[in-house]
């Protein structure tokens, strides 16, 4: 089972950029899609973009294109996801999963699992 621990979160103005990682342990991570999530506060969870096994097939919500870019580093078991010009309604809990499987067929919450714990992302007006 795959362990996910997110950093990068925080507080920044508009306009501004964050970039958050997403550590996995476990021999088995680059065998899977990856997947970032955001929850504001009173809203259901919702994909923000995701990634294949290899890192060839990407995924974007229409709310984050050509602002956010997702990313992995197999060798090192990790997954990032930069995000520019950061708006206030992107303030949410960002959250990374794993997909069913090494191919990206889905980007329903509710097909992921191991999820991390969250980080916040709080940009001001």
């Known amino acids: 089972q795959v362990q996910l621990v997110e950093s990068g979160g925080g507080l920044v103005q508009a306009g501004g950029s964050l970039r958050l990682s997403c550590a996995a342990s476990?021999?088995?991570?680059?065998?899977?899609?990856m997947g970032w999530f955001r929850q504001a506060q009173g809203k259901e969870r919702a994909v923000v973009a995701a990634?294949?096994?290899?890192?060839?097939?990407?995924y974007y919500s229409d709310s984050v294109k050509g602002r956010f870019t997702i990313s992995r580093d197999n060798a090192k078991n990790t997954v990032y996801l930069q995000m520019n010009s950061l708006k206030p309604e992107d303030t949410a809990v960002y959250y990374c999963?794993?997909?069913?499987?090494?191919?990206?067929?889905?980007?329903?919450?509710?097909?992921?699992?191991?999820w991390g714990q969250g980080t916040q992302v709080t940009v001001s007006s």
């Open positions: 476990g021999r088995t991570f680059s065998s899977y899609a």
């Open positions: 999963a794993v997909g069913p499987g090494g191919r990206l067929v889905t980007t329903h919450p509710a097909d992921f699992n191991s």
């Open positions: 990634i294949n096994w290899s890192g060839d097939n990407t």
